[in-house]
């Protein structure tokens, strides 16, 4: 596609249910990076996929947190009984390659409200 | 580990006035630095970069960075701002660990443009 696509753009849900977030990265792009947006908190880096190496996970908050790159596209960040601390706008991005000198593009993000 | 400070969570400027948004970053080796802007409920769009090279970087919509390294600074300006630049802007230090090419980003400054 075009850009990063990302789904749902909203998202509200009760405390302890499990929730779905997915990236449709732009079409080519090897590397793929999940950040969580929280207000005045900035991006925080959550999770790197670079083609078929082991994703870097270093930034997930917890075990309740995981995410997957199927077939090297299209990414789901999935988060189990979810808590109002997780409560964020959780954005996408996509590089052509995992070079810094590479632009990340990202996209709009899902806004996730936990009642 | 890299870090970046942007001071002020809020910047207000008259329409036709210097914008000057500040960015301090912490790196023990040669640095990548990023703008990006944030218009609402919009992903993130790059600004401008710097890798290598010149140490003053031009970008989209007439803004411009400069690389001190003697002060660890890469401030964003623009010579004279516009109603369309209200948003906020984040600046981002490549953090080039083992396998990874996460992004470390500042907790972001909001411009506002007052006519």
């Known amino acids: 596609g075009a850009g990063v696509s990302q789904s749902p753009s909203n998202k509200v849900t009760e405390k302890g249910k499990d929730v779905e977030l997915r990236c449709d990265p732009i079409?080519?792009?090897?590397?793929l990076y999940w950040y969580r947006q929280s207000l005045g908190q900035g991006l925080e880096f959550l999770i790197y996929?670079?083609?078929?190496?082991?994703?870097?996970k270093s930034g997930l908050p917890s075990d309740r947190f995981s995410a997957e790159r199927t077939g090297g596209s299209v990414s789901t960040l999935t988060i189990q009984r979810t808590q109002q601390e997780d409560s964020a706008v959780y954005l996408c991005?996509?590089?052509?390659?995992?070079?810094?000198?590479?632009?990340?593009?990202f996209g709009a993000g899902s806004r996730l409200t936990v009642l | 580990a890299q870090s970046v400070t942007q001071l002020g969570s809020h910047v207000s400027v008259s329409e036709g006035a210097l914008v000057l948004l500040r960015c301090n970053y912490s790196?023990?080796?040669?640095?990548?630095l990023f703008w990006y802007v944030q218009y609402p409920n919009q992903g993130l769009q790059l600004l401008l970069k710097?890798?290598?090279?010149?140490?003053l970087v031009k970008g989209i919509n007439g803004f411009e960075a400069e690389f001190k390294k003697s002060e660890t600074s890469f401030h964003l300006t623009k010579p004279s701002a516009h109603m369309s630049d209200a948003a906020e802007y984040f600046c981002?230090?490549?953090?080039?660990?083992?396998?990874?090419?996460?992004?470390?980003f500042g907790k972001g400054t909001k411009l506002s443009v007052i006519p």
């Open positions: 991005a996509s590089s052509q390659t995992g070079s810094g000198a590479n632009v990340l593009t």
């Open positions: 079409s080519g792009h090897t590397a």
């Open positions: 996929f670079q083609g078929n190496s082991a994703p870097d």
């Open positions: 790196s023990s080796v040669p640095p990548y």
């Open positions: 710097y890798t290598t090279g010149a140490t």
């Open positions: 981002a230090v490549l953090n080039s660990g083992a396998g990874s090419y996460q992004l470390t």
